[in-house]
């Protein structure tokens, strides 16, 4: 039923970011299992650790996947900053407390607890644990832009594109030829491809935490 005005309701109204839903499907599914696959190994102690330790990662990231599936790139961005986060948090902030009767048919159990104190965490807490984790600096920059241009950027879209294109406005023609002008959305392809190097990110960081904590 429409609108008193005779204008459609929003639930009425065609949904444009369902077009080409079943072409983005193979890109999703690919997507969940770059930064995903085998975490459901049971029994199998550095997996169980990856799905204990780094489980509001894990589901950042599939939520930021499934946000793609369906169109939703700023959604899917802004999970995109939430995965990273989420990751290098718990990597350099979980203390696994006991890890108890593990088998490799049946498992086990795995005790931990947060050792951080502070109120705010800011970015240079997380780069700091990615340099422990043997990022260099071209990754570390990388994860970086990620979470400002893609991230934030979704996160504050309106305030950010305001500030952008005034900036922009005020460079010369000269000025304005080298640089590229301010980008109001997100397209598919740059979701995809921050999102596969969001879930590669994401394993590297899992595997490089179980790393060090086994070798301690």
Request: glycine share 6%.
């Amino acid at each position: 039923m429409p609108e008193s005005d005779g204008n459609l309701l929003p639930h009425e109204q065609q949904r444009f970011n369902l077009q080409g839903l079943k072409q983005r499907q193979l890109l999703a599914d690919e997507l969940l299992d770059i930064g995903l696959r085998g975490l459901n190994r049971v029994g199998v102690l550095p997996y169980s650790l990856e799905a204990h330790v780094f489980a509001f990662a894990n589901k950042s990231y599939e939520e930021a996947v499934e946000a793609f599936r369906y169109g939703l790139y700023f959604a899917s961005m802004v999970m995109v900053r939430a995965t990273i986060d989420a990751a290098l948090y718990v990597s350099k902030y979980t203390v696994i407390d006991k890890i108890e009767g593990f088998d490799k048919r049946i498992g086990g159990s795995i005790s931990s607890h947060i050792n951080c104190r502070k109120e705010q965490i800011k970015w240079k807490d997380l780069e700091s644990e990615a340099k422990a984790l043997g990022f260099n600096l071209k990754r570390i920059h990388e994860l970086y832009r990620i979470r400002d241009r893609y991230g934030n950027l979704s996160a504050h879209n309106a305030e950010r594109y305001t500030k952008d294109i005034i900036k922009y406005a005020g460079l010369s023609e000269e000025q304005r030829k080298r640089v590229k002008p301010p980008k109001g959305f997100i397209s598919e392809r740059d979701a995809y491809h921050v999102l596969k190097r969001t879930g590669r990110f994401l394993a590297q960081i899992r595997r490089a935490y179980v790393k060090k904590l086994l070798k301690h």
